[in-house]
């Protein structure tokens, strides 16, 4: 605290100069070191993190200095800037006693148009690679701005601090000791889809289920799909309500896809009190870090394809997580999830494929030991597809019944470009025929990449190569699918995308799968 008037000194040469981005920001941490140097605290306590737009947000705003400089609480402000509350009459135009707290509780209304709690950057939908920020002012900034914000003006030597402050919810656990949590505004209903994509034949009709969840009782609802003009939905809107925050409701649309193959987005959106809301709601929470809300859009992707499938059956030994397994049932099949005791002939008998998803050579502990069993399912005529694979922590080097490796570095075993041109090396394959005809246009509207860790070596007289496909200006191996006749059964091991490009919707990787699975039928 003796160097606080060196500072205020300091502070108004500083406060002369232009207006600039750098002088400004020197101005912001020069007041952090005098708060510091003050022993100056503030705090605006809130009972619940949660707002809705139009709510009253109730606070207890509490200030205190340790040190004996002289410091005057003078008022606080709110984010609209304007000047609402005095400091207590108490303090008002006196120092604050060192080392004594002093607190003031008030209400302030929650505008009606304030908008939801979401990052930024996540706001608009984005292009390819790049996010869209309507306010550049917010880019490179690490979060969003506060959702609302507090002032906090003292009087410091007659010169005006301004604290700004957010306001908080403080917990105590017996466990996790005290915690806290900014203000969240969330919507009054959260809406969600089962699925991120829908598969729908062209012309066909199918029904389509939100769950509507409440986070306040809501007297009137109305829910509606929001669908281009050659997607028919009915009926047009569904009523709702909810009597106690926590209620749950599936509400049943039902969609007709246009007569040819296209695709669109269909948004869910409810009316409460004349206000709208479109959103889902997902919460991050860790122990290490702050609660993070995300709220976007509840919407998904229907897609309206020519799409033949061979066999009903499939088992799905999981991985490191993937939506593959929603994706086989959106083509047709009914699907059982398997673990690594599922892997013998006799459990996996009546599947007519079975898929390993991503990274299970990685991640799983009962794969590697029952991979006789799986092999041996293939030999008496089953079908695996087995997906990507990282070279580095595998539970086992074999990957397949013949020699298969993926050693080596990414970057020479991948291909970043998702519009590389692709080679059919063997047209006629089965794969490639049956039952979809697989042409060079299901190879368009890839999403982030073709596919990554190509396998660097593998026994060419027993795997076909399927796809050749490079970078520009590089050569990747011809691995992207290796398809083995083994017995009487396929083994496939593919290193494409899959896990990005279903859940996008890609109407050609849902080809190319199914006929993938339908190998041998």
């Known amino acids: 605290s003796a160097s606080v008037p060196a500072l205020l000194a300091i502070r108004a040469k500083l406060a002369a100069l232009p207006k600039d981005p750098v002088t400004d920001e020197k101005r912001a941490q020069l007041d952090r070191i005098l708060q510091n140097c003050l022993g100056l605290t503030v705090e605006t306590a809130i009972p619940n993190a949660e707002l809705v737009p139009g709510e009253t947000l109730a606070m207890k705003h509490t200030v205190m200095v340790r040190s004996s400089f002289p410091v005057q609480w003078v008022e606080v402000r709110y984010h609209s800037g304007s000047t609402l509350l005095p400091a207590p009459s108490s303090v008002r135009g006196k120092p604050l006693p060192a080392n004594q707290a002093f ?18 950057w996540l706001r608009a939908d984005h292009t390819p690679g790049m996010a869209r920020v309507d306010d550049p002012s917010l880019i490179g900034r690490p979060e969003s701005p506060p959702v609302y914000s507090v002032e906090n003006v003292f009087d ?39 699925n991120e994509v829908q598969l729908f034949a062209p012309g066909a009709s199918k029904s389509v289920e939100v769950d509507v969840t409440a986070f306040r009782t809501v007297d009137n609802g109305t829910l509606r799909l929001d669908a281009p003009t050659d997607w028919k939905v009915t009926p047009a809107s569904q009523p709702f309500h909810f009597a106690a925050v926590g209620d749950k409701v599936k509400l049943a649309f039902t969609i007709t896809a246009p007569a040819q193959s296209t695709s669109a987005n269909i948004t869910a959106r409810v ?25 976007p859009l509840a919407r998904f992707k229907a897609v309206a394809l020519d799409l033949a499938i061979r066999g009903k059956k499939v088992g799905y030994l999981p991985g490191a997580g993937d939506s593959v397994a929603a994706a086989l049932e959106q083509m047709g099949y009914v699907v059982t999830q398997l673990t690594g005791a599922d892997l013998t002939p006799e459990k996996l008998h009546g599947l007519d494929a079975v898929v390993i998803g991503v990274r299970a050579f990685n991640e799983r502990t009962d794969l590697a030991d029952n991979l006789p069993g799986l092999f041996a399912y293939v030999q008496q005529g089953g079908t695996v597809i087995a997906q990507y694979n990282r070279p580095t922590g595998l539970r086992t080097q074999t990957l397949g019944p013949y020699d298969l490796s993926i050693a080596g570095q990414a970057p020479p075993l991948r291909v970043t470009d998702e519009n590389s041109p692709v080679k059919f090396l063997v047209p006629d394959h089965p794969a490639m025929t049956t039952p979809n005809k697989i042409t060079a246009a299901d190879f368009d509207g890839w999403v982030q990449e073709r596919g990554a860790y190509f396998p660097s070596t593998w026994d060419e007289e027993r795997y076909t190569q399927l796809l050749a496909m490079s970078d520009p200006g590089e ?26 490009q279903l859940p996008a919707g890609v109407p050609g990787a849902y080809r190319l799968f199914a006929n993938l699975v339908s190998l041998g039928k």
């Open 103 to 120: 607190s003031l509780e008030a209400t302030d209304k929650l505008p009606a148009d304030t908008l939801l709690s979401q990052p930024y």
């Open 156 to 194: 410091v030597g007659g010169q005006t601090l301004v604290i700004p402050d957010v306001p908080v919810q403080v917990s105590m656990d017996a466990t996790k000791g005290e915690t806290r949590r900014r203000l969240d505004v969330i919507a009054p209903v959260a809406l969600s889809f089962a």
């Open 271 to 295: 009316d409460i009190n004349g206000a709208h809301y479109a959103n889902e709601r997902i919460v991050i929470s860790y122990p290490h870090i702050p609660v993070q809300m995300l709220q």
């Open 475 to 500: 050569t990747q191996p011809s691995s992207s699918v290796l398809i083995a006749k083994y017995g009487q059964g396929y083994y496939v091991y593919t290193s494409l995308g899959w896990f990005r």
